[in-house]
T-cell receptor, first 116, second 113 residues
Framework: EADIYQTPRYLVIGTGKKITLECSQT?????MYWYQQDPGMELHLIHY???????EKGDLSSESTVSRIRTEHFPLTLESARPSHTSQYLC???????????????FGSGTRLTVV | AQSVTQLGSHVSVSEGALVLLRCNYSSSVPPYLFWYVQYPNQGLQLLLKYTTGATLVKGINGFEAEFKKSETSFHLTKPSAHMSDAAEYFC???????????FGTGTRLAVRP
């Protein structure tokens, strides 16, 4: 059972609306990530955070913004949704590894956003 | 910079046949490599990972992968495909800085009865 939760699972919204996609994890992970998955299934990192009050832009430019006020919560906001924002958004977190190691991500189930 | 190439965006096998999904990577540092599976309308689930040590790693659902440094490959195999294996599979490599993962473009596996 996943310990990282995304809501809503599906969202259909009109152009120009402000939306917030929620992501929460109960594992106490410091590091969290947002990926955008386009219709061709490729994943692109759009935001990441290595702890509270720390956020960075990812490899793919995005008009969305994120915040990290609490360790467990990493919401993504679109101030004015457009059809080009239609995509699946995946949230993930990672645990610290021993001696600088890394064990990979735990993913949420995703939010499928459609802007009409 | 790290990158991942998955050869074959679609692979189709018969039930009971060998599954082979190919992944090649480039990395300027010793890589951490991962395979994830994604079922329709779901997030990604970790199948297996290579960090250090034994180059043949076993994962869930009977899958395994072998890290071959000389070939810069990390191919995913399963001896006998099951209908429930039909899904999208992603190979990923850890970037040299921080803990960001770079993903391949995915391979969709279809299993024929």
């Amino acid at each position: 059972e996943a310990d990282i939760y995304q809501t809503p699972r599906y969202l259909v919204i009109g152009t120009g609306k402000k939306i917030t996609l929620e992501c929460s994890q109960t594992m106490g992970h410091d590091k969290m990530y947002w990926y955008q998955q386009d219709p061709g299934m490729e994943l692109h990192l759009i935001h990441y955070s290595y702890g509270v009050n720390s956020t960075e832009k990812g490899d793919l430019s995005s008009e969305s913004t994120v915040s990290r006020i609490r360790t467990e919560h990493f919401p993504l906001t679109l101030e004015s949704a457009r059809p080009s924002h239609t995509s699946q958004y995946l949230c993930a977190s990672s645990a610290p590894g021993v001696a600088g190691g890394f064990y990979g991500y735990t993913f949420g189930s995703g939010t499928r956003l459609t802007v009409v | 910079a790290q990158s991942v190439t998955q050869l074959g965006s679609h692979v189709s096998v018969s039930e009971g046949a060998l599954v082979l999904l190919r992944c090649n990577y480039s990395s300027s540092v010793p890589p951490y490599l991962f395979w994830y599976v994604q079922y329709p309308n779901q997030g990604l689930q970790l199948l297996l990972k290579y960090t250090t040590g034994a180059t043949l790693v076993k994962g869930i659902n009977g899958f395994e992968a072998e890290f071959k440094k000389s070939e810069t490959s990390f191919h995913l195999t399963k001896p006998s495909a099951h209908m429930s294996d039909a899904a999208e599979y992603f190979c990923a490599v850890r970037a040299s800085s921080g803990d960001k993962l770079t993903f391949g473009t995915g391979t969709r596996l279809a299993v024929r009865p």
